[in-house]
């Protein structure tokens, strides 16, 4: 049986004094990749989890973060780590 990978994007709000320490711990998350506008005081971080409890115990974790306001879930995907490691046939490629 192969595990499933979940593939969510959150919008991170945060104080604007918070915003670099946030952004570094976010950061420091496994499989996480941080997107940020400069001046904004929200960024969106995309990460991978194993679970939807490791899904949901993350956005507990990152909503107590100091700085943090709040944590929107904006993006949910699930899939099997077999299929995503399968390759992609295109409909314009020749067989």
């Given at each position: 049986?192969?595990?499933?990978?979940?593939?969510?994007?959150?919008?991170?709000?945060?104080?604007?004094?918070?915003?670099?320490?946030?952004?570094?711990?976010?950061?420091?998350?496994?499989?996480?990749?941080?997107?940020?506008?400069?001046?904004?005081?929200?960024?969106?971080?995309?990460?991978?989890?194993?679970?939807?409890?490791?899904?949901?115990?993350?956005?507990?974790?990152?909503?107590?973060?100091?700085?943090?306001?709040?944590?929107?879930?904006?993006y949910?995907?699930?899939?099997?780590?077999?299929?995503l490691?399968?390759?992609?046939?295109?409909?314009?490629?020749?067989?």
């Amino acid at each position: 049986m192969s595990a499933d990978v979940h593939i969510v994007s959150l919008i991170i709000h945060v104080l604007p004094e918070y915003k670099n320490v946030v952004l570094r711990k976010a950061n420091n998350m496994p499989q996480a990749d941080c997107h940020s506008n400069e001046g904004e005081n929200k960024f969106v971080l995309v990460f991978e989890a194993e679970s939807d409890a490791v899904l949901s115990s993350s956005m507990d974790e990152i909503n107590n973060w100091q700085g943090v306001m709040s944590v929107q879930l904006c993006y949910h995907h699930c899939e099997t780590n077999e299929s995503l490691q399968e390759e992609i046939q295109y409909a314009n490629q020749a067989s």
